[in-house]
């Protein structure tokens, strides 16, 4: 029978990968043990938490759980975001280097936007019933155009910052942005970077996550985006206010500053140097996300007893909605946010479907759902300020909602219409009587969103107390 020998921890992989440098010096060893010691109090605390719900679940104290549902750019991050600002609000100081990436790639895709508007009027604008006066972009744009080539590396470096290395829609999207030229580029622009919801994809802007935002942002990096989006700032100024460019923009019927993630009205300030978000920064940057995504608080009511509030966000994308409903068949309220602003828009994904009533579809669906009878519903019919502009500009709702007929297209006459067909299906469809609460809300305004929500907050709390019998 051969010897036994004993094992070689030496050639032991998990070893050779957590051991320190061999030439490591002191300075080296100091941040190394600094960062050591940094990841362990995340994780102690991370400890601490799981083993205070497990406790809290112990004594009987169930969660106040919350679902986030609507279509995609319904609002439903922003709502989470909003969470976070009213009752988390050192997140945001830890989490503005994060999100000062995503709006830079904001201001990026927004100039992409724009270069698609004018590449495709030139093209096309020939004196067609869309395009009824040719449309040419004057030399000094064309000039504009050369000398924002730069953008194409910051979009490229932004994209691997978000998604981890070898995922999919990364090496797709930077592939597809090496093999074509600026014009195709442009085109394919409008499928959005996503970004799913298991990854951690924060932590990987900031230093030190513990630290202030403008202490845990590398200011010193000399591959900041930050540094080639300043130098181009003058330039994106200019097209962005060049009067072509608005006729290029009125000619489709394209509305940036309609669109999630707008702000070339912000340039000269998102792009200054040392730039840091704000708290509206972060409710209006878009990131389009996969997946679900789960945030957990701990909130005291009006009687001062705590509560663990676990609030879910469901992708919006159609795809994605089929699948939930068994595993959040024990929510206790519903958020769902119906964008009313896009009655005369249609979805991302289906160009045949318009996007009201896309969430009217889905609205029915979810109150006439048996598994969800005796799940609160809360309606946010969102964007009420993008639906007051349309009206105000002379859209009519009318030409895109037939059951309008000849009411006023007014906000006043429109948002009671859409109230009332909202309530119409609640009354006629639910399985069981619920109450109707419903909400005009912009949710990117955290004034009033702040009210929704501490009213909303009191009113789970106290259904939840009641059903654990903890008061009458």
């Known amino acids: 029978m051969p010897a036994r020998t004993l094992p070689n921890f030496e050639d032991d992989p998990l070893t050779n990968a957590i051991k320190p440098p061999a030439d490591e010096t002191p300075e080296e060893r100091q941040r190394r043990l600094r960062s050591e010691q940094d990841a362990k109090a995340i994780s102690d605390s991370i400890d601490e938490e799981l083993e205070s719900q497990r406790a809290a679940e112990r004594n009987g104290q ?22 976070q600002l009213l009752y988390e609000p050192k997140v945001f100081r830890t989490e503005r280097a994060s999100w000062r990436a995503v709006i830079q790639l904001n201001v990026v895709r927004s100039i992409h936007l724009i270069w698609d508007a004018i590449s495709k009027g030139e093209k096309t604008s020939s004196g067609s019933q869309e395009f009824p006066t040719m449309l ?35 090496e797709a999207t930077l592939r597809i942005g090496r093999d074509m030229s600026y014009s195709e580029r442009t085109k394919n ?35 900041d985006p930050g540094r080639i989006l300043h130098a181009c700032s003058e330039d994106m100024i200019r097209l962005w206010e060049d009067p072509m460019t608005k006729k290029f923009l009125e000619a489709q019927k394209l509305r940036l500053q309609e669109l999630a993630g707008f702000f070339l009205d912000s340039l000269e300030r998102v792009t200054a140097p040392q730039y840091i978000p704000t708290d509206d920064d972060i409710l209006k940057a878009r990131l389009k996300t996969l997946g679900v995504t789960e945030h957990r608080f701990i909130l005291s009511g009006k009687n001062n007893i705590s509560r663990d509030w676990r609030v879910f ?14 595993y959040f068949d024990d ?4 958020i769902f946010l119906a964008p009313i602003s896009c009655f005369d828009q249609v979805l991302a994904e289906d160009h045949r479907v318009n996007r009201l009533e896309d969430s009217v579809k889905l609205w029915s669906s979810i109150v006439s759902n048996p598994l969800l009878k005796h799940t609160n519903l ?27 007929g000849d009411r006023p297209n007014d906000y006043e006459h429109s948002s009671t219409y859409l109230r009332r067909k909202f309530s119409g299906i609640l009354k006629e469809k639910s399985p069981l009587p619920r109450v109707f609460y ?35």
């Open 62 to 83: 169930k969660p106040v759980k919350i679902l986030l549902l609507g279509q995609s750019e319904s609002g439903k991050s922003t709502t989470l975001k909003n969470f």
């Open 136 to 170: 040419v972009a004057p030399p000094e744009l064309l000039k504009i155009k050369l000398r924002l080539a730069p953008l194409l590396q910051v979009e490229e470096t932004l994209i691997r910052r978000l998604t981890p290395a070898g995922s999919g829609e990364t």
């Open 189 to 223: 622009y409008m499928k959005e970077v996503t970004v799913n919801s298991a990854v951690q994809w924060k932590g990987s802007f900031g230093r030190r996550l513990s630290q202030e935002a403008d202490k845990t942002i590398n200011w010193e990096d000399p591959d």
């Open 313 to 326: 966000d469901v992708g919006g994308h159609r795809s994605q909605r089929a699948a939930w409903v068994p």
């Open 331 to 334: 929510m206790d309220a519903i």
């Open 378 to 404: 809360i309606l946010f019919l969102n964007k009420i300020d993008i639906l007051q502009s349309k009206l105000a500009s002379g859209i009519k709702i009318a030409d895109y909602v037939v059951s309008y």
């Open 438 to 472: 419903c909400h005009f809300t912009t949710v990117t305004d955290p004034k009033s969103t702040k009210y929704i929500l501490s009213n909303l907050k009191d009113m789970l709390m106290r259904d939840n107390l009641t059903k654990t019998n903890l008061i009458a």
